[in-house]
């Protein structure tokens, strides 16, 4: 109602001076569709200094031609939700990329921050003449995703040590990786085919090692079968296989990709490669993270004196091979000789919002449903986030969950839900300040590094960023230079125009957030 009687009032005025002061000799010469252009263009001028400017940015960027087919959810607060300044759609369900970890996290605070495992070096059978392991070696996964990160060998190192300080030369088993503390689900029933494999999925066996990334480098040259080596695929799993299936062309960078499934030793290389160029180096995901665990341990004693005359597996190949799916009961007697901490869930948050690590988010998700359903599984851990959420009357009618990161497509959520949650942390949990740091700082760091640089946005945003293909959204919190938090939630899915763009729409949209002030007729310069 204020916008319209504004323009009405400026209309008006314009068209009484017009009117006293008589026509130029061009009004004349161009009828009445010149003075209809000169009011249109005096109205446009004046409209930001007499409306709202954020409602103005906001309702500019739905406008805008490339959102003629996109879903738009948005919900802007001031410090708790009760206090709406803008919202549409807020209840409409669309695709949430990586904000879904806002959620992810918030329940993790509360209901498994503290949580934690230990990966365990441990054998089986007997130590005969002092120096012979009748057995087997065994290391059990306990949930930790930082074990071996970026190719560390500390763990190597430990717990090798550890077997030579007791004077073991010999091992007649073989050496076994028990990552039964997850479950061993390791795709998410919503990811694409082409995700399983890619760099950036989030995997979560019970024992993971190197963010459960391997390289290969191969010659594109030659097409066909490659087997691993340790000197080409690091780390290296014993069995796997790669079949070189590329096309040359004549762009300047090769884009090609994995594709395979976890526990398949067979995996393809596809796309296309320029034709000048003979040798690459590529980043997967290990189709068996236990297995290279086991491998690389193996590969080690062998290195420092220590004889194994078997081959390294898994409790899960061990009992696939059985008709029961049971261990025998030799590896049910175990001794444990030493161990190392996990990190625990509350200690992943930080990193997995401000650089919206899947991996950390994947975890923290078994690691609520170990809590909530004492099963550390994908299905128990959204139960767990569903609890959480009612259990703060925040309706989630409308929130489809299939992973705790965001890769999924088929995950869908609403901005009133995120508003909602946002809200509740800020205003009633108690841990404000402390969730609030984990998230990304617009100019500063995470992905939000360069959004809003040299703005008065910069260091006055705190938010999850998500994108995927025809994906963009943000959620969080902005304080405002005059003192207060506007809570939001900007989820856009299918707009036209590419993501740089889309994502330089939304900044002016945040960069007005700090800005805004309650009283409409000022704007800060």
């Known amino acids: 109602m204020f916008k319209i009687v504004s323009l009405f009032v400026i209309f008006f005025a314009v068209f009484i001076f017009i009117g006293c002061n008589g026509p130029s000799s061009e009004a004349k010469e161009g009828s009445s569709d010149t003075l209809t252009s000169e009011l249109s263009n005096i109205a446009d001028s004046v409209q930001p200094a007499f409306t709202d400017s954020l409602v103005w940015e906001i309702e500019q960027l739905l406008q805008d031609s490339s959102m003629m087919y996109a879903s738009n959810s948005i919900v802007i607060s001031l410090d708790s939700v009760e206090n709406v300044i803008y919202s549409h759609n807020p209840r409409m369900s669309l695709i949430p990329a990586s904000v879904t970890k806002l959620i992810t996290t918030a329940t993790a605070f509360e209901k498994a921050g503290g949580r934690t495992n230990r990966t365990l070096i441990q054998y089986s059978g007997q130590i005969v003449d002092g120096h012979i392991l009748k057995g087997n070696i065994i290391i059990k ?199 190392l901490p996990s990190r625990t869930a509350g200690s992943l948050v930080g990193e997995t919002n401000k650089y919206s690590n899947n991996l950390f988010a994947e975890t923290i998700l078994k690691l609520i449903g170990q809590g909530y359903k004492g099963t550390a599984t994908r299905v128990a851990g959204i139960a767990g986030i569903y609890a959480y959420l009612s259990g703060k009357k925040i309706d989630t009618r409308g929130l489809y969950l299939f992973d705790g990161s965001g890769i999924s497509r088929a995950n869908a959520i609403p901005s009133q839900l995120l508003v909602e949650m946002l809200s509740y942390i800020k205003n009633k949990s108690g841990y404000y300040k402390e969730y609030r740091n984990t998230l990304s700082e617009a100019g500063e760091d995470g992905t939000l590094a360069r959004l809003c640089k040299n703005t008065h946005a910069q260091k006055h945003i705190f938010a999850k960023s998500g994108t995927m293909t025809r994906v963009v959204n943000y959620a969080g919190y902005a304080e405002t230079l005059n003192g207060h938090t506007i809570i939001f939630s900007l989820i856009n899915n299918n707009f036209s125009c590419s993501i740089p763009e889309m994502k330089s729409k939304l900044e002016k949209v945040m960069i007005r957030m700090v800005e805004w002030t309650p009283d409409t007729t000022k704007t800060i310069q």
Request: hydrophobic letters at 40%.
């Open 141 to 339: 996964g306990g949930g930790d995703p930082t074990l071996g990160r970026n190719q560390s060998k500390e763990y190597l190192n430990r717990f090798g040590q550890v077997i030579k300080r007791m004077g073991i030369d010999s091992i007649t088993g073989k050496v076994i990786a028990d990552a039964d503390v997850f479950d061993d689900e390791m795709v998410s029933p919503g990811w694409l085919v082409g995700e399983a494999m890619s760099y950036y999925a989030g995997v979560t066996p019970g024992l993971m090692v190197n963010e459960n990334l391997f390289t290969l480098s191969f010659n594109v040259k030659k097409k066909g079968l490659i087997n691993a080596t340790p000197d080409n695929m690091k780390p290296f799993v014993h069995g796997v296989k790669f079949h070189n299936m590329t096309k040359s062309f004549g762009g300047a960078e090769a884009e090609i990709y994995f594709i395979g499934m976890p526990y398949n030793n067979t995996i393809e290389i596809r796309g296309y490669v320029p034709e000048s160029m003979t040798s690459l180096k590529m980043a997967g995901i290990l189709p068996d993270p236990p297995l290279a665990v086991a491998t690389e341990f193996a590969k080690w004693l062998r290195q420092n004196g220590v004889r194994i005359n078997d081959t390294a597996t898994t409790t899960r190949a061990i009992m696939l091979s059985g008709n029961s799916f049971k261990l025998p009961d030799s590896l049910l007697n175990r001794k444990t000789i030493d161990s």
